[in-house]
């Protein structure tokens, strides 16, 4: 039987290095090193993030180095007493790729999502991803629909 060997787990408060690494991750598989890394905040910053319980990291790790990772907000519902996760960023450094590691990575963020009383986990994907696209049609339902960005600038 196939041994992973990696290990996946929720970056906490404390966990600024690896999440500046993964910031790193993001930006290299997202070919956007300026947006995660070009202005980085300070580790105050980071420290509040990764203790607010509306915000998710799951990082792989190899031994000591962060492979990959996720970022995903929880978000409580007003219709009824329920949540949402949204999945905002997922990515596996291109080495590490083709080895389960994103699978593993959406696992361990439905483990979470049980335990917030989260009933649904949703991400997008971009049309030409197909790797992402194979991914998501795999773990879930698809739903074709439209995304539209709106500048709060903008109020012409």
Same mark, same amino acid.
């Not at 947006?35 to 905040?41: E, K, M, V």
């Given at each position: 039987?196939?041994?992973?060997?990696?290990?996946?787990?929720?970056?906490?408060?404390?966990?600024?290095?690896?999440?500046?690494?993964?910031?790193?991750?993001?930006?290299?598989?997202?070919?956007?090193?300026g947006t995660y890394r070009g202005n980085p905040p300070?580790?105050?910053?980071?420290q509040k993030q990764l203790s607010?319980?509306?915000?998710?990291?799951? *990082?792989?790790? #190899?031994?000591?180095?962060? %492979? !990959?990772?996720?970022?995903? =907000? &929880?978000?409580?519902?007003?219709?009824?007493?329920?949540?949402?996760?949204?999945?905002?960023?997922?990515?596996?450094?291109?080495?590490?790729?083709?080895?389960?590691?994103?699978?593993?990575?959406?696992? *361990?963020?439905? #483990?979470?999502?049980?335990? %917030? !009383?989260?009933?649904?986990? =949703? &991400?997008?994907?971009?049309?030409?991803?197909?790797?992402?696209?194979?991914?998501?049609?795999?773990?879930?339902?698809?739903?074709?629909?439209?995304?539209?960005?709106?500048?709060?600038?903008?109020?012409?």
């Amino acid at each position: 039987m196939f041994q992973p060997t990696f290990s996946i787990r929720a970056l906490a408060s404390d966990d600024i290095e690896p999440m500046r690494t993964l910031l790193d991750v993001f930006g290299k598989a997202f070919d956007d090193p300026g947006t995660y890394r070009g202005n980085p905040p300070d580790d105050a910053y980071l420290q509040k993030q990764l203790s607010d319980e509306n915000f998710i990291v799951m *990082a792989a790790f #190899e031994g000591y180095e962060v %492979v !990959g990772g996720l970022a995903a =907000y &929880v978000l409580p519902k007003f219709e009824q007493a329920r949540k949402e996760i949204y999945i905002y960023d997922l990515a596996v450094a291109e080495t590490h790729r083709r080895r389960g590691i994103a699978t593993a990575l959406i696992r *361990a963020l439905q #483990e979470c999502a049980l335990a %917030v !009383g989260a009933y649904v986990i =949703y &991400v997008q994907a971009d049309w030409g991803d197909d790797p992402a696209i194979a991914l998501y049609t795999k773990m879930g339902t698809r739903e074709d629909v439209l995304h539209f960005d709106i500048d709060p600038h903008d109020r012409d």
